[in-house]
């Protein structure tokens, strides 16, 4: 999958195994934050992993819907990944969710 043209805010499963301790781990979706051009020649992406476990006191997680269920960006878990761990696109966040979604990354981590 390493040729594919992925997109920043598209939503894919991928498979985050093997992970080290409190990682997000299995096959999950995911949406890619790092920029078009990053992933257009990187092998790598960026991504932040969705969760179902909804915890709505976390300032660190973004409820969405993907799929058409609920679930939750969690920033607080933001890592790159190799393209190969990609499989599946199920989702692209809205134009308001991506917003909210940069908004709650620099908010997190400085602009």
């Known amino acids: 999958m390493k040729n594919l043209n992925f997109k920043r805010y598209e939503i894919y499963f991928a498979d985050l195994n093997p992970s080290i301790g409190s990682e997000i781990k299995k096959i999950r979706p995911v949406v890619i934050?790092?920029?078009d051009e990053m992933n257009k020649y990187l092998e790598t992406i960026v991504i932040c992993p969705l969760t179902s476990?909804?915890?709505?006191?976390w300032r660190s997680r973004l409820k969405i819907r993907c799929a058409?269920?609920?679930?939750?960006?969690?920033v607080d878990q933001i890592r790159t990944i190799s393209k190969l761990r990609l499989k599946k696109k199920i989702d692209r966040l809205s134009t308001l969710e991506a917003a909210q979604l940069r908004k709650?990354?620099?908010?997190m981590y400085g602009e």
């Open 33 to 35: 934050i790092s920029q």
């Open 104 to 107: 709650l990354i620099t908010d």
């Open 68 to 74: 058409n269920k609920n679930a939750e960006i969690a």
């Open 53 to 57: 476990t909804l915890h709505s006191q």
